[in-house]
């Protein structure tokens, strides 16, 4: 009797995971891998439409039918979204938990409530409204005319870019803060009380207690602020179009399998194209995660 | 035991009943196989791109028609211009469209090489659109609008509802009289008019620079078509090497781009499309660059300004070239895959009755394409003098290679006075000429 318990234990507990498993292979790899598959063909995303295989011929439209000057800045301002958005991101975050996670605050709750907010939001409310606000009737406009100074915003072939990451980064911070939290809460505090007793500033406290044990939180948020932003296109979208110098490889992907403006500035409906576009973006992805984990894991330690 | 059996049988149902619901959850649309077509209600999905008076038009026409046919409901689905393609295409793939606003379907030129077909082409080749060649309707309207902007191939996939006219300016009328200034009749008197206005501290000019086409497109090819008479000659010359972006003739059009840049009121490029009918019925400036279809928005901002709207002037007085061009506008097309192809027909029908049509096109304030319908617009009779042959504009002839690079063509974007980086017309016509040169190489 007891064995017959065991076996039909293992086998609930697969049942159990079934569902879980079955979304994750129908909604994520599944889609993957025709993506992969149909980067080698020439579907265009319409239904029941004919396609067929053509080797490589979108690989080698996306690297030799290009603009180099104006891919170069494609690609370099991807990285740029990367790199800047994880950093800042993450050093303020992390700043923000070890504020919040100081016995000084009080109603720690509530302001990490707020602090998330923008993550509920969702992409287009938040969007639209830095697009009110970065506008040229709107509040920061009149700000800057009292120094005497005027901008277009998201106009700015200049500006517009990092007015993007700003957006970003104030969208998401929230959640890596969460994530911090988190893992700071998790450290003991016994070895703070024990460092204060040996006479530690808050700075050793930090760089010796803090870190090394918060490593893991940081390598999954850095790892996750880096897959995020490297793929992200919604904001870009939604306040500038991918104008004024702001698009990135995420952003004319989308822009190749669904088009832009009725005019069609960009045609669209080439799937195919599209998927080869996502093929190299999953490389770059995955060359900047295999690098990072690699640097991470030599310097995590285990309590 | 015994508990705990039942309980790990119960959450083994409960996760089989979740996983098959969820299952079930997927697809919305039910699979009905009535073939009771009358009484059963029906809802039409019309997806349109947003301008305010087409919605204005569009509810007054699906209400008349849902008084006709009680039990066919119209809902209507608007997004901004740039998002318009993303929803026809995801609609279209799931099924969830019946009629769909299109623009007027341009084929590529044969002289073009390697480009990728328009999207209008490939729905109608897979079907999505539905053949109207045979559909008595389809005759109530201007035989030439239809073979110019519905057709492909000999049969007609969409009726023509509207044509536009964008290559002109609109301008303040009391502004202008309360310094004696007039239309212009040639370019230089156009320029004339905007610096004098500027030595007033009266701001030229405005149009909606943040979402780029307004002054990229719009106004770039109204300055381009006050030069070029004849655009599909040209462009066929650009692609045969006999004529370049930065030959002489050219030249004019980027010198023009870049005295028309250097007009826009200051922070242009900030200014979304959206409040530029608020802003140019507020007087922020005395001249709006912009298509036509901008006018009954503008009256409805400012009831009581007095504006017009002039072609832009070419070199000599009373040239051909400083007439209207433009382009017919909103098309609808048919779902060629619907299950509501009767009702998607009766509403076609509906709206090609010139009762019907007739307050849908005045409410549009565009040019009539209907045969025997005149528009009682005050706004385009007063085009009317200078719309007398209708032509296409520059941009529906317009083809460059595949991904040429962002100076390749007129971009007017990218000189210095409107935040670029490229300081003269001449240097902005030699990068032009050198981005279509390399994109032409890549496609030998």
């Known amino acids: 009797m007891h064995s017959t318990n065991t076996t039909f234990k293992k086998w609930a507990i697969y049942c159990g995971v079934l569902p879980a498993i079955l979304i994750y292979l129908i909604m994520n790899v599944g889609p993957s891998i025709a993506s992969f598959v149909f980067s080698f063909t020439d579907m265009s995303g319409l239904r029941g439409a004919s396609w067929k295989f053509i080797g490589l011929d979108n690989y080698k439209e996306y690297f030799f039918i290009q603009n180099y000057r104006d891919y170069i800045d494609v690609i370099k301002r991807t990285l740029v979204y990367a790199g800047v958005t994880t950093v800042v991101q993450n050093v303020i975050a992390l700043?923000?938990?070890?504020?919040?996670?100081?016995?000084?605050?009080?109603?720690?709750?509530?302001?990490?409530?707020?602090?998330?907010?923008?993550?509920?939001?969702?992409?287009?409310?938040?969007?639209?409204?830095?697009?009110?606000?970065?506008?040229?009737?709107?509040?920061?406009?009149?700000?800057?005319?009292?120094?005497?100074?005027?901008?277009?915003?998201?106009?700015?072939?200049?500006?517009a870019f990092m007015l993007i990451i700003f957006v970003q980064i104030w969208m998401y911070m929230g959640w890596s803060m969460v994530i911090f939290l988190a893992g700071l809460q998790s450290i003991p505090a016994d070895l703070y009380e024990a460092g204060e007793i040996d006479g530690t500033t808050w700075w050793q406290a930090f760089k010796n207690i803090t870190l090394p044990l918060l490593w893991p939180s940081v390598t999954v948020n850095v790892l996750m602020s880096?897959?995020?932003?490297?793929?992200?296109?919604?904001?870009?979208?939604?306040?500038?179009?991918?104008?004024?110098?702001?698009?990135?490889?995420?952003?004319?992907?989308?822009?190749?399998?669904?088009?832009?403006?009725?005019?069609?500035?960009?045609?669209?409906?080439r799937q195919g194209y599209a998927s080869a576009m996502s093929m190299v973006l999953f490389v770059i992805i995955l060359v900047f995660v295999l690098i990072f984990q690699y640097i991470m894991k030599k310097r995590e330690i285990e309590i | 035991m015994k508990k705990r059996n039942f309980k790990l049988?119960?959450?083994?149902?409960?996760?089989?009943?979740?996983?098959?619901?969820?299952?079930?959850?997927?697809?919305?649309?039910?699979?009905?196989?009535?073939?009771?077509?009358?009484?059963?209600?029906?809802?039409?999905?019309?997806?349109?791109?947003?301008?305010?008076?087409?919605?204005?038009?569009?509810?007054?026409?699906?209400?008349?028609?849902?008084?006709?046919?009680?039990?066919?409901?119209?809902?209507?689905?608007?997004?901004?211009?740039?998002?318009?393609?993303?929803?026809?295409?995801?609609?279209?793939?799931?099924?969830?469209?019946?009629?769909?606003?299109?623009?007027s379907f341009q084929p590529n030129p044969d002289f073009t090489k390697g480009l990728d077909k328009p999207p209008f082409q490939k729905y109608i080749e897979n079907g999505d659109f539905l053949d109207l060649t045979n559909e008595a309707f389809v005759k109530n309207y201007d035989p030439n609008a239809v073979k110019d902007s519905s057709t492909f191939n000999d049969k007609v996939y969409a009726l023509p509802m509207s044509r536009t006219s964008y290559n002109g300016v609109f301008y303040n009328k009391t502004i202008f009289e309360a310094n004696g200034l007039?239309?212009?009749?040639?370019?230089?008197?156009?320029?004339?008019?905007?610096?004098?206005?500027?030595?007033?501290?009266?701001?030229?000019?405005?149009?909606?620079?943040?979402?780029?086409?307004?002054?990229?497109?719009?106004?770039?090819?109204?300055?381009?078509?006050?030069?070029?008479?004849?655009?599909?000659?040209?462009?066929?010359?650009?692609?045969?090497?006999s004529k370049k972006l930065n030959d002489a003739e050219s030249q004019v059009i980027f010198d023009r781009l870049a005295q028309l840049a250097s007009h826009y009121e200051k922070g242009v490029m900030g200014v979304d499309y959206a409040s530029v009918p608020?802003?140019?019925?507020?007087?922020?400036?005395?001249?709006?660059?912009?298509?036509?279809?901008?006018?009954?928005?503008?009256?409805?901002?400012?009831?009581d300004l007095k504006f017009g709207y002039f072609p832009m002037p070419s070199t000599e007085k009373g040239s051909d070239l400083a007439q209207l061009k433009g382009k017919y506008d909103t098309l609808f097309a048919g779902s060629g895959k619907s299950k509501n192809k009767d009702a998607i027909l009766k509403w076609l029908a509906f709206t090609s009755e010139k009762d019907n049509y007739t307050p849908f096109i005045n409410t549009l304030a565009m040019e009539p394409t209907m045969t025997g319908v005149t528009s009682s617009d005050a706004f385009l009779k007063e085009l009317a003098p200078v719309s007398k042959d209708f032509q296409l504009q520059f941009e529906l002839v317009w083809r460059a290679p595949k991904a040429i690079g962002k100076f390749g063509g007129f971009q007017p974007t990218q000189l210095k006075v409107l935040g670029g980086t490229v300081a003269t017309a001449k240097e902005l016509a030699d990068l032009s000429q050198k981005d279509w040169d390399a994109a032409y190489r890549a496609i030998k």
């Open chain 2, 9 to 103: 049988l119960s959450m083994l149902v409960f996760t089989t009943l979740l996983a098959t619901s969820l299952v079930g959850c997927g697809s919305k649309s039910s699979t009905t196989v009535s073939t009771k077509t009358e009484d059963k209600p029906v809802t039409l999905q019309l997806l349109a791109w947003s301008n305010p008076a087409t919605t204005t038009a569009l509810k007054v026409l699906n209400d008349n028609f849902t008084k006709k046919y009680p039990n066919i409901k119209v809902e209507v689905t608007s997004v901004d211009s740039a998002t318009y393609p993303n929803l026809v295409q995801t609609r279209i793939a799931a099924g969830n469209a019946d009629i769909i606003a299109q623009q």
């Open chain 2, 182 to 241: 007039k239309v212009p009749q040639t370019w230089d008197e156009f320029m004339t008019i905007c610096t004098t206005l500027e030595a007033k501290k009266i701001p030229a000019l405005t149009a909606g620079g943040k979402d780029s086409w307004p002054i990229g497109a719009v106004a770039a090819n109204a300055v381009v078509s006050t030069v070029i008479s004849d655009p599909s000659a040209y462009v066929k010359g650009l692609w045969d090497g």
């Open chain 1, 226 to 269: 880096i897959i995020g932003a490297l793929s992200s296109f919604q904001i870009i979208l939604l306040t500038t179009g991918g104008n004024f110098n702001t698009s990135t490889l995420g952003m004319n992907i989308y822009a190749q399998a669904f088009g832009i403006g009725k005019q069609a500035t960009v045609l669209g409906l």
């Open chain 1, 95 to 159: 700043f923000v938990a070890v504020i919040l996670n100081s016995k000084f605050i009080k109603g720690r709750n509530l302001f990490r409530a707020i602090i998330f907010m923008p993550v509920v939001l969702g992409v287009v409310v938040t969007s639209l409204s830095w697009g009110l606000v970065f506008n040229t009737e709107g509040p920061i406009a009149k700000i800057l005319a009292i120094f005497g100074t005027s901008s277009n915003f998201f106009g700015d072939q200049k500006y």
């Open chain 2, 278 to 303: 608020g802003r140019f019925a507020a007087e922020k400036a005395a001249m709006l660059t912009d298509g036509a279809w901008q006018a009954p928005q503008i009256a409805k901002a400012n009831p």
